[in-house]
């Protein structure tokens, strides 16, 4: 069996974010590298999207950019300006493509589709894989999205549509999300904050329901994808020689399931501490965010009618404080001017219970 320096287990976007960082700032030259990722080829699967409050690697893979976006509820519609910090959509094909080109350079660096075919025993490893005790309790951002081209112009697209609540809830949070990357060309998802139910997977049938509803008549889908985020951390076991990263290093933020910058941050928070990486401390959002996120997921559960009116508060006045908030980029004063526009006795309540 091969031997390597360092071993990442998971070659999505954790594992080929970190890959990069490391290879960019050459600190490869004298240490090898081994990714362990079982699938055959590199083909977009994925769509990340997050209002950009720090630089990142992939401009270059940003499929649009935007300066506003909306919340729709029942009884309110509201368009957001956002230009301080535009909200991008990278596309993992070009993520992919522009990664693996560059790692396929070095010489140093190699792929395997399976960790039985290398010795880990002297290895710092880097996995990206989430260990998940799932109960019945959890909850999940789970979503089905398509890109369709319409035959006429029927998109604004200035604006993502955030979040339109005007949908069958089903006792749970579900919203649609449009991302318009042109007047023709838009992803449509559905998205549930939910349990896992299957009852909530008719997923096709919700879409073609909300593009009806929509006024599209002709169109054509180009590209389909499907997704789970858990809106719980995994498990975590302190190991001499490994550190997790990605959804299993706790970067996937549980209020939104924002990841893609927080890996980013963590790759360069290894790439920077990487000679004494069995002494670094360990990196995490910070405590005052967990701790929200788990009071703000409490709320969800218990009342799930009323998310609606509260995603629209969130972003209702200062929204710069809001996106900050959002993206783990906030100082104390913005905490507080999202805390006190939420139901205060609600909240309340989930902190004591």
């Not at 600190?27 to 950009?52: C, G, H, M, N, Q």
């Not at 042109?182 to 939910?194: F, G, H, P, Q, Y």
């Not at 054509?220 to 490994?242: D, H, W």
Request: charged share 25%; proline share 3%.
């Amino acid at each position: 069996m091969k031997e390597f320096d360092y071993i990442i287990i998971g070659g999505g976007c954790a594992g080929l974010s970190l890959a990069y960082e490391l290879d960019l700032h050459q600190k490869l030259i004298s240490k090898t590298l081994a990714i362990v990722e079982p699938r055959k080829e590199y083909l977009r699967d994925k769509t990340w999207s997050f209002w950009k409050v720090s630089p990142h690697n992939f401009e270059d893979c940003v499929k649009k950019n935007w300066k506003e976006f909306s919340i729709k509820n029942s009884s309110n519609s509201r368009i957001i300006k956002c230009d301080n910090f535009p909200y991008q959509s990278i596309d993992s094909g070009l993520f992919y493509k522009k990664i693996i080109n560059k790692l396929n350079k070095n010489k140093n660096i190699s792929f395997f589709k399976n960790i039985n075919d290398l010795n880990i025993n002297n290895a710092f490893i880097f996995n990206s894989v989430p260990s998940l005790k799932n109960t019945s309790s959890n909850l999940w951002q789970h979503f089905y999205g398509v890109e369709i081209e319409t035959d006429q112009d029927f998109f604004n697209d200035r604006t993502v549509d955030l979040m339109d609540f005007n949908c069958d809830q089903r006792n749970n949070v579900h919203f649609f999300y449009v991302l318009p990357f042109d007047k023709n060309k838009a992803m449509i998802e559905t998205t549930w904050l939910s349990k896992e139910d299957l009852s909530l997977k008719d997923y096709e049938a919700q879409i073609k329901n909300y593009i009806n509803h929509l006024g599209i008549k002709n169109y054509k889908i180009t590209y389909k994808e499907e997704g789970a985020i858990p809106l719980f951390y995994p498990i975590y076991k302190k190991e001499k020689n490994k550190i997790n990263i990605g959804t299993a290093g706790g970067m996937t933020r549980l209020s939104t399931g924002y990841t893609f910058l927080n890996i980013q941050e963590h790759s360069k928070f290894i790439r920077k501490n990487l000679d004494n990486i069995k002494r670094a401390n360990k990196y995490e959002l910070k405590n005052k965010y967990k701790f929200l996120d788990k009071v703000f997921l409490k709320v969800l559960k218990k009342n799930p009618d009323k998310m609606p009116n509260i995603f629209d508060k969130i972003f209702s006045g200062y929204t710069d404080s809001a996106i900050k908030f959002l993206s783990n980029k906030s100082n104390i004063i913005e905490d507080m001017t999202i805390i006190l526009k939420m139901p205060k006795w609600l909240f309340i309540k989930s902190i004591f219970n």
